[in-house]
């Protein structure tokens, strides 16, 4: 028994950690579908001694302590069989994140150090579970659950701001040479956009903007009316200003005829010396690996926890097997990112 937590029924650590693994796996939760494993998770520390609960959003809460251990328990979504061949275990979700979600909660479970732990709802959707979660922010330092590989801890992940265009034209027929095309008009305005977007020295410190998706016209032999575009503009560190005054002015220029609206924002974090970088390089050094540190093009719930608190990204498996449909994971990466773990809680 540790700290007051129950002796596992299962015969040993490891068959613990690979049973919490897969259990969670099994459940499948893409976002907006969390409850049962959030259940299970719940019914799993509480066996273990650990005191947890269910808070009003579906978010699991456990331990106590300045450090957050974070990590998200919904997928995307598509079910996929889960099964263990040799040492890979495969999947819906089991890189991203819930291998993530297994080794934080075996290392709060395992360890005799103070820490907390939150696993949250929406993250690939709304960030709804990460947002509720701030309302009541006491943590100074945080680590956040996602898959980085074993050695690699990432300090920054770039803003993102989803813009929406609504352009108006008029509907002729396209024999006749028409300066008022809807779809034309909005591609202008995204061109002239992407002009004024801040360039840095690398991709992570460059404003970086995609059209995800176009919708405009009636049929194939008439100058459309109206057009409506996605764009997709990741944001460098300390460039949101200038990129949201940009928007601005173009919108002052196109007046009546163009509706530009921001539809989503998020900052861009970077933090490349916190304290718990500099634990969890330590941590990793200790187990015989060499460090990597990587600055991420994308988002996740950490650029909006970063504002309040000290923190760095880390956990087990491939980034690049997230969201696909091989998703797969070797156990001895998941164990020794526990044991990474347990030796990094001590640090705090």
Same mark, same amino acid.
């Given at each position: 028994? %540790?700290?007051?937590? %129950?002796?596992?029924? $299962?015969?040993t650590e490891k068959e613990r950690r690979i049973y919490l693994l897969r259990e969670i796996v099994k459940r499948y939760s893409p976002t907006g579908s969390e409850a049962n494993v959030a259940k299970f998770i719940m019914s799993f520390l509480r066996e273990q001694g650990v005191k947890s609960y269910i808070d009003e959003v579906g978010n699991v809460i456990a331990g106590e302590g300045d450090l957050l251990l974070c990590s998200h328990i919904d997928t995307v979504p598509g079910e996929l069989p889960v099964r263990i061949e040799g040492d890979f275990i495969y999947g819906r979700g089991v890189v991203d994140a819930k291998a993530s979600v297994a080794s934080f909660i075996m290392s709060i479970v395992e360890s005799d150090s103070p820490c907390s732990l939150a696993l949250v709802v929406e993250e690939e959707g709304s960030s709804r579970g990460a947002n509720h979660l701030l309302e009541n922010f006491t943590w100074k330092n945080v680590l956040i659950g996602e898959p980085s590989k074993i050695n690699t801890i990432v300090v920054g992940y770039k803003g993102r701001i989803l813009l929406e265009i609504i352009s108006k034209g008029t509907a002729t027929h396209v024999a006749i040479p028409s300066p008022d095309n809807a779809v034309m008009k909005a591609f202008k305005i995204f061109k002239e956009m992407e002009a004024m977007l801040p360039k840095g020295e690398s991709l992570f410190d460059s404003s970086i903007a995609n =059209?995800? +998706?176009?919708?405009?016209?009636?049929t194939f032999n008439v100058i459309p009316e109206s057009c409506e575009m996605m764009v997709d503009i990741r944001v460098g560190p300390k460039q949101m200003e200038t990129v949201l005054q940009a928007i601005d002015d173009i919108k002052k220029q196109e007046g009546e005829n163009v509706e530009i609206r921001v539809a989503? !924002?998020?900052?861009?974090?970077?933090?490349? *010396?916190? +304290?718990?970088?500099?634990? $969890?390089? %330590? !941590? =990793? %050094?200790?187990h015989r690996l060499q460090p990597r540190i990587v600055r991420k093009l994308g988002s996740c719930d950490m650029n909006l926890i970063g504002e309040r608190a000290e923190i760095a990204s880390y956990g087990p498996g491939d980034p690049k097997l997230s969201h696909t449909n091989q998703e797969k994971l070797a156990l001895t990466e998941y164990n020794l990112? =526990? *044991?990474i773990l347990l030796d990094f809680i001590k640090e705090f």
């Open positions: 028994m %540790k700290n007051g937590k %129950k002796e596992s029924v $299962l015969e =059209i995800t +998706r176009i919708q405009g016209g009636e989503e !924002s998020t900052t861009a974090v970077y933090q490349p *010396d916190s +304290r718990v970088k500099k634990a $969890l390089e %330590k !941590s =990793i %050094k200790n990112a =526990i *044991d």
